[in-house]
């Protein structure tokens, strides 16, 4: 067994919130660079500049990119051969996102869903778990906006729409969600599954790197026809018009039950942010 | 592209019939912060037939929840958020005097009809460029509802805040017209 201290936990969390939502990904701006250079709209070009701009300041000045900061989504790789010490896992996570969210001079956006009343804190964060093999602990912060959160779904769809009607599904899903994301946007997919499990794996999604290829060939060769079919929208920066609606589309896969297809697109904005470490 | 339009609030009437969609503008003057949980709170003073916390006549809301302030600056970083949750609440804050409204994404159909029928104008500012938009504020002061942490109203003094016309006083949406000109998909 591999010891792996509480606070170690707690310092490693809190480090990768405030990381996370100060800088933004070398596969982001780059991503962004290409997308300025194609668009053909003025003022989506000029939208673009900006968000290049923003993405400088907030590294330069060390503040959030956004200032809607998320609520904390963590996934967590636990190595089965890891003892956690002097303290619970998931309460690290916890005190890890409060003093992140404190230290970094981060927005709480967590409250309580009828009173509307604030958490003060940030907490609870969101923990996906997996054990696997090992003696490493991985831990992947990904501050989630409510904005683009919002524009996100599960449809339990008829398996006889097959592969076509899971495509227009997901296209659909960016059409209607228009300039309320914050487009440019990333787009999630989550196929098969159950009805949380697509959600989730449409979140993990997310988090593959912008400009690389999904292993699969033939969800790669999907994904490409999505994205073109999502720029085809002309939705654009910000919703203004333009040929750049996204930036990339990712999809994740598993089987389903046979009388089943759950789809879950996940949308995310441009501050695309996710910080990861290996304890 | 258009010049850059300088403008300073309140607004009038004739500085927001002057708008059209596309226009690119740079904002100065006082703004006021509020979202969700503030028009709420509004509202219900409104329907209890109670004064607003603030004298909204030819004033502009920023639809923002800003980060906290590190020591030494006026605001955290301090972007738009989503409008559509505000639509419910617009039209009656324009009929009592509002001229503006800044935020990102669509409005509905009885926000776009309130801009023009009580002569308004609704600005998309850039969503996720706070950091960005936070340097055009030169003072942030919370003026009700503090309670509310980051939904409490402030009193932003904004200096050449950049924005873009979305709805004019024509009922014109520049959300519906970007898309036609991009769009490769059939008109529905």
Excluded at chain 1, 50 to 75: H, S, Y
Excluded at chain 1, 175 to 198: D, F, M, R, W, Y
């Amino acid at each position: 067994m591999r010891e792996i201290g509480f606070e170690k936990i707690v310092e490693t969390v809190s480090r990768l919130f405030i990381e996370a939502n100060t800088e933004l990904g070398e596969d982001v701006l780059d991503a962004i660079r290409k997308a300025k250079d194609m668009e053909e709209s003025p003022t989506g070009k000029e939208v673009l500049a900006e968000l290049l701009e923003n993405a400088r300041i907030a590294k330069e000045e060390q503040v959030p990119m956004c200032q809607d900061t998320g609520l904390a989504v963590v996934f967590v790789e636990m190595g089965q051969d890891v003892h956690i010490v002097g303290g619970h896992l998931y309460e690290a996570i916890q005190e890890g996102v409060r003093r992140g969210y404190r230290d970094g001079y981060l927005r709480k956006s967590a409250c309580h869903p009828f009173t509307r009343a604030n958490t003060g804190d940030n907490t609870p964060a969101i923990i996906h778990m997996e054990l696997v093999p090992g003696d490493r602990l991985k831990i992947i912060a990904m501050p989630k906006g409510g904005g683009s959160e919002n524009m996100s779904a599960v449809a339990m769809l008829t398996p006889s729409v097959g592969k076509p009607g899971i495509m227009d599904y997901v296209v659909k899903r960016v059409k209607e969600a228009g300039s309320n994301p914050c487009p440019p946007v990333i787009v999630g997919v989550g196929i098969g599954g159950t009805l949380e499990k697509a959600a989730i794996l449409a979140k993990r999604a997310l988090l593959r790197r912008l400009g690389s290829s999904n292993s699969d060939p033939e969800l790669d060769q999907m994904e490409r026809e999505l994205l073109e079919r999502i720029n085809d929208l002309g939705i654009g920066p910000q919703g203004y018009g333009g040929r750049i609606t996204a930036l990339g589309v990712f999809i994740e896969m598993m089987p389903c039950h046979i009388a089943s297809l759950p789809v879950a697109v996940n949308i995310q904005c441009h501050a695309a942010r996710h910080k990861e470490a290996v304890l | 592209m258009g010049e850059i339009l300088r403008l300073q609030t309140p607004l009038r009437d004739e500085d927001v019939e002057a708008l059209r969609i596309g226009q690119k503008v740079l904002l100065s003057g006082v703004v006021y912060t509020a979202r969700d949980a503030a028009h709420r709170r509004m509202m219900d003073l409104i329907e209890a037939g109670k004064p607003l916390p603030i004298d909204i006549k030819g004033q502009v809301i920023y639809y923002v929840g800003p980060a906290p302030a590190k020591p030494g600056r006026p605001i955290g970083s301090a972007g738009p958020t989503t409008s559509y949750r505000m639509d419910v609440y617009s039209p009656k804050l324009l009929e009592l005097g509002l001229k503006g409204m800044i935020g990102k994404g669509k409005r509905s159909k009885e926000v776009i009809d309130a801009l023009v029928r009580y002569k308004g104008v609704y600005f998309g500012a850039t969503g996720g460029a706070g950091a960005l938009l936070a340097r055009s504020v030169l003072e942030a002061e919370v003026v009700a509802y503090e309670d509310l942490g980051p939904e409490a109203i402030r009193r932003l003094v904004v200096r050449d805040l950049p924005l873009i016309v979305v709805n004019d006083v024509l009922g014109q949406d520049l959300y519906e017209e970007g898309v036609k000109r991009y769009s490769r998909q059939p008109q529905a």
